[in-house]
């Protein structure tokens, strides 16, 4: 099976499940796991913030921070097809009784400063929430977020008093493609949260970073939250396997996308609309498209279906480059090319 669907999809290796199995463990509820603690450091050190937290997803790490941030009848700034706006359920809002501003993103991922300063509620007055958060996402749809606006937007936040939260699910991936240290990319943000279960290949964990007060309420929140786990250095393992094993390569998963985006690109009733990092989005002639649903799947090759909108292809560390071969040699057939 050549897996297209997302980096998610990803199994634990041989040596990976290995880590996991001579993991010393103990009950982290109580602080007392060793693994948990050392992967916490680690990434808290790589991210250059004082401390970090082992959550089971990225979903209730971004959620914790955000809980860290604003309080009932607060507000953050986030974009309209962000992840912890769109995808998350609205947890902020109906587990945290915070109110989403939703702003419209430029083509390039970023929220225009002018928005954000409009959207900003006047201080002091009953009608509005209380605006607390700029929350930004890296990669956003596989785009890296060009530093220089990080920087003027996380600038503009701390002008206006807000606090700052990246949901870095695939800053691993931003790093690696811009060259920027995983540090430069988080110094701007009060709190990052990091995924190890996507294209670092571990089978579940996210890791929030920030300052150690900061990580003291997202632990709290984390606890309310169902995400205290107990002998879960074994886990920890596995993402510590990650960062220190599985980083560098995120460079093939990114050299892959775009040998598939290229190849697709040559073939008949293929527009690629957009290639980064490890993603790219195709749009399919309508006339192609129950072939392709149909005939990928018969030749091993999972996509998400094609309907009317755009499909995203996600590379990672089980696709190789004779994969990307593979597929495009399938995808030729299909097409008629
Ligand atoms: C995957 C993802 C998350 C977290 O998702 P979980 O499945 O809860 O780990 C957060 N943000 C983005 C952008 C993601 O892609």
Redesign the pocket.
């Known amino acids: 099976m050549i897996d297209f669907r997302s980096d ?1 999809v990803t199994r634990p290796s041989a040596a990976m499940l290995q880590a996991m199995t001579g993991a010393p463990v103990g009950d982290d509820v109580m602080g007392d796991d060793p693994s948990v603690i050392a992967l916490q450091q680690a990434v808290a050190a790589r991210a250059g913030k004082e401390a970090g937290l082992f959550f089971p ?6 959620l914790a921070g955000i809980m860290a941030h604003c309080g009932r009848g607060d507000e953050y700034l986030v974009g309209q097809l962000a ?2 706006y769109k ?2 359920g609205g947890g902020a809002a109906v587990l945290g009784s915070i109110q989403p501003q939703p702003i419209e993103h430029e083509a390039d991922g970023t929220l225009p400063i002018a928005k954000l300063e409009a959207a900003v509620k006047p201080v002091g007055d009953a009608h509005y929430a209380r605006t607390r958060l700029l929350a930004l ?1 890296n990669t ?1 749809h596989g785009k890296v977020i060009p530093q220089a606006y990080v920087l003027e937007a996380t600038a503009f936040a701390r002008s206006r008093g807000l606090a700052t939260h990246l ?1 870095g ?2 800053v691993f991936n931003a790093s690696v493609a811009s060259g920027l240290s995983l540090s430069e990319l988080c110094q701007p943000f009060d709190t990052v ?1 990091i ?1 190890f ?2 294209g670092l290949g571990a089978p579940v964990g ?1 890791v929030l970073v920030g300052s150690q007060a900061l990580i003291d309420q997202a632990r709290r929140w984390r606890k309310v939250l169902g995400g205290g786990m107990r002998q879960s250095g074994v886990l920890a393992a596995a993402a510590h396997y990650a960062l220190e094993h599985n980083v560098a390569r995120l460079a093939d998963d990114h050299d892959n996308a775009h040998r598939l985006g290229q190849g697709l690109a040559a073939l008949p009733g293929v527009q690629v609309l957009a290639q980064s990092t490890n993603m790219v989005f195709v749009s399919f002639a309508p006339a192609h498209r129950a072939a392709l649903n149909q005939g990928l799947k018969e030749a091993g090759i999972l996509m998400s279906a094609v309907y009317d909108g755009p499909v995203r292809l996600v590379t990672h560390l089980d696709i190789s480059r004779a994969d990307i071969d593979r597929a495009l040699q399938v995808f030729a057939r299909l097409l008629g090319a």
């Open positions: 998610t997803t990225g979903t209730q790490s971004n992840h912890t995808y998350e996402e956003f949901d699910a695939r949260s995924c279960s996507k996210s």
